[in-house]
């Protein structure tokens, strides 16, 4: 990729992101020079991507000038030393050192992350950030309940959801089971200390919940005055699921529809002429009257996404590269994913945050827009299922090598 900021498979956001970064760095604010994706007119307020991560990338360019390799190598040197020490941080918290240090391994080599990790775009950072946030609610889980820790859980929540709001499906989760796993015969070793009162476990997740609002505010106060709207953060929520539920699929979703720009003919006229966060809010209600308009319809749809979601082998409308990532990431991953899943059914507890991670994360893009990239944040947990299956293989593996004369 080097300097060069390209379409390449899986990564075109990436041009977005290169381009509005330069605008913010020149004075022009969050906007686009000339009429953008989805339908952000030119030199227009945009809320549709991260601005935390666009910051990033100003930053970056004002201090080397505008060196998009510069910006990669920074980010890949960052999510190369936290992504593999915060996945060993989670899956020792859930199944011991060995289980860390196996799915540590496997994540500085899977090669999804690897391609992401020097793309211009919020997956690896995102990712890298989520895996904070389990960390920090398996510290409070695992028996350090001070304030400072509710604080930096607080912290990485609202960093996580400042990349990808969509986080914030998950976070209501998260607190639920702070308030009640913790103190359960399982959930944590029996070794730990008793949980305080749930008046206390209230009280900080309003700590934490206040520095996830602070980071949040200023932009809800920056869209307010770009659009005259309340938008709590981003404006495309309602456009992925409009365009995700549309009549167009029938019962059968597709990842990326065929043709130059077919998603912008699909917004209905009358609805061109509003500024972007008001189609925002009215294309999330023409999605959800799909919904009701015929369930059943939406059911089916939303059962056909697994397909996508989960794809894991190669298909001759893919590139090359996308089939090799594909087949020798999550392809070769899927069978120690799955023994390793069966394996720690067994201590369900345990591993019970990571178990609803993965499932309302998968949900959530089963009932919108699934697209494999977008699968990537559950790939990052379910490495660490996967371990306790490597680590039986090789243990089996040795047995045997032992047990020849």
């Known amino acids: 990729m080097g300097n060069r900021v390209e379409g390449l498979p899986g990564i075109v956001d990436q041009i977005s992101y290169h381009t509005l970064a330069q605008r913010v760095l020149d004075g022009h604010g969050f906007t686009m020079p000339t009429d953008w994706w989805p339908v952000t007119r030119a030199n227009e307020p945009t809320a549709h991507w991260s601005y935390l991560y666009t910051l990033y990338l100003a930053a970056v360019y004002a201090v080397f000038g505008v060196k998009p390799l510069a910006a990669r190598l920074i980010q890949a040197l960052i999510v190369g030393l936290?992504?593999?020490?915060?996945?060993?941080?989670v899956g020792r918290r859930v199944g011991g050192a060995a289980v860390?240090?196996?799915?540590?391994?496997?994540s500085a080599v899977y090669g999804y992350f690897a391609y992401y990790s020097a793309a211009l775009m919020t997956e690896s950072f995102y990712i890298t950030a989520i895996l904070w946030t389990l960390d920090?609610?398996?510290?409070?889980?695992?028996?350090?309940?001070r304030k400072r820790q509710w604080a930096l859980l607080g912290l990485a929540v609202g960093v996580t959801v400042l990349l990808r709001q969509v986080f914030l499906v998950f976070v209501p989760v998260l607190?639920?089971?702070?308030?009640?796993?913790?103190?359960?015969?399982?959930?944590?070793?029996?070794?730990?200390?008793?949980?305080?009162?749930l008046g206390a476990r209230l009280r900080g997740s309003l700590l934490a919940l206040a520095v996830v609002l602070l980071l949040?505010?200023?932009w809800t106060v920056r869209n307010y005055r770009a659009f005259g709207h309340f938008v709590p953060l981003n404006t495309n929520a309602g456009y992925a699921f409009f365009w995700a539920n549309h009549p167009i699929y029938g019962t059968q979703f597709v990842a990326i529809l065929p043709g130059k720009a077919?998603?912008?003919r699909l917004i209905p006229a009358e609805l061109r002429q509003l500024d972007e966060a008001a189609l925002d809010s009215a294309l999330l209600r023409r999605g959800l009257g799909f919904v009701v308009q015929d369930p059943g319809r939406y059911i089916l749809l939303s059962l056909s996404r697994l397909r996508?979601?989960?794809m894991f082998w190669p298909e001759s409308e893919s590139s090359l590269l996308s089939n090799l990532v594909r087949v020798l990431s999550f392809g070769l991953a899927l069978p120690f994913i799955s023994v390793g899943l069966w394996l720690t059914a067994r201590d369900w507890r345990r591993w019970s945050l990571l178990w609803l991670f993965v499932g309302v994360y998968t949900v959530v893009h089963l009932l919108s827009w699934a697209l494999v990239r977008y699968r990537l944040p559950v790939d990052g947990v379910l490495l660490i299922f996967a371990s306790p299956a490597l680590l039986r293989l090789q243990s089996l593996i040795a047995r045997r090598s032992q047990s020849r004369p």
Request: no cysteine.
């Open 308 to 310: 996508t979601f989960f």
């Open 262 to 264: 077919p998603y912008e």
């Open 82 to 89: 936290l992504w593999p020490w915060l996945t060993f941080r």
């Open 100 to 106: 860390g240090l196996a799915a540590a391994a496997w």
């Open 175 to 197: 607190f639920l089971w702070l308030w009640l796993a913790p103190g359960r015969r399982g959930f944590v070793p029996a070794e730990v200390a008793a949980p305080p009162g």
């Open 136 to 145: 920090r609610g398996l510290t409070l889980a695992h028996g350090d309940w």
């Open 216 to 218: 949040i505010l200023p």
